[in-house]
């Protein structure tokens, strides 16, 4: 408050008066939370970021993403934010790195840097590698192989439209199919291999065949 004001030149002229003002002081930005959606994602599918923060905005933000890359981002006077989709290659941290006020700007920004971690599974794979050919009567089997050993689920048809699943789990291995009549040939077309624990869809390759042929007849005579 102000209660006397008094001349420095001239006739040394004084008076009172009273009088007052706001001092706002503004709290440092903060971010208040990070996240992924989904999390965790699976490899090549579509994930976005989001964060949110406190303080008068709106801001503009500097953030660093999992494969190295520099984003400067506008922020509304909510705080909120959410990336755009993005192709989900590989897990890393995203990290903020500064944050300024576009009402404050010379106002500190406070716990920074601010990192989350985005966890990508991988996407499984599997490559069929033979099919058997075996007698009339016989079960023949299909042999893949696979990166790792885990608890999957194949998807495939034939080449007439029959549809079959089945669970693999060793990187190397084979397993009966008995969908073959006798005599019977048909092919194997592989669709899908799906990781059970995480839910990840992944690529299977290789076209196949299995075989089942007929055993042989002999047919004995007797002529007098």
Partial sequence: MVTNITSQVGA????????????????????TSMS????PVCQGDQATFSFQL????????????????????????????????????????????????????????????????????????IDLTAGDKVCEG????????????????LSYN???GNSYSQNVGSQNGSFAFTGLGNPDSLEI???SITDNSTGC???ANNIV???????????IGYSP
């Avoid at 992924?36 to 999390?39: A, N, R």
């Avoid at 890393?92 to 599974?121: E, K, M, Y």
């Avoid at 016989?138 to 689920?153: H, K, L, N």
């Avoid at 065949?209 to 047919?219: D, E, I, L, Q």
């Fill in 189 to 191: 077309r592989p669709i």
């Fill in 54 to 125: 406190n303080g008068n905005g709106p801001f503009t933000v500097s953030y660093t993403d999992n494969l190295g890359g520099s984003n400067q981002v506008s922020v509304p006077v909510s705080g909120s934010y959410t990336s755009s989709p993005f192709t989900a290659s590989a897990g890393g941290n995203f990290t903020i790195t500064q944050i300024v006020d576009a009402n404050n700007p010379s106002c500190p920004w406070s716990g920074l840097p601010r990192s989350a971690n985005l966890v990508v599974n991988p996407a499984p794979s």
């Fill in 138 to 153: 016989e079960v023949a089997r299909i042999s893949y192989q696979m990166p790792v050993s885990g608890d999957f689920t």
């Fill in 12 to 31: 040394q002229c004084s008076n009172t008066g009273t009088g007052s003002t706001q001092l706002t002081i503004n709290q440092p930005t903060t971010v």
């Fill in 201 to 203: 869809v992944g690529n």
């Fill in 158 to 160: 034939d080449h007439l």
């Fill in 36 to 39: 992924f959606s989904p999390d």
């Fill in 209 to 219: 065949a299995v075989v089942s042929k007929p055993n042989p007849v002999v047919s």
